[in-house]
């Protein structure tokens, strides 16, 4: 099934755009200190992101990605997204699960930490007071779509330094924040 978006046709089942090339890919090796556990293969792909290309300043515009997280693990901790806050806390952000089995996790700032299930058809307006991740919990690749303004600002560096409130397990074959 495809949509129409803009000037891009989206694949719902893969959450590539036709005839785009992904914007970005993660590998464990840059995403190493995000987990609690050592790394070991530093060149498995983590996720890749696809979309709309953004733009800094001029006047705020709505844009649109897709992430596509593979399945994995470093020791009990599931793959994972960098996690951000938006500088501008007045601009959220819309998620739409495509694809796959996952967990958003959410942080206020004073780290109160927690976890929202993701699957097919789920949709999540994210505060943008709120940090935000995404963790695959499944054995596929979890895909979805994101919106947000263009002036929300993306602060990678509180969780880069401080990381989040709690951690996503596997505990006994359950995602579990610890």
Known sequence: MRYHLGTLILD???GIFEGQAPQSRRTLSELAPIFA????DLEALVYETHGCPGEVGGAPRLLYATTILQPGSVGREFFMTRGHFHSNPD???LMFTLQGQGALILMERERE???ESMEPGSTHDIDGRYAHR???TGEEPLVFLVAWMSDCGHDYENIRERGFGKRLFDVKGKPTLV
């Open 12 to 14: 719902l089942q893969s």
């Open 37 to 40: 556990a050592p790394v070991q």
């Open 91 to 93: 601009r959220g952000e």
């Open 113 to 115: 930490t927690w976890m």
């Open 134 to 136: 995404v963790a695959n």
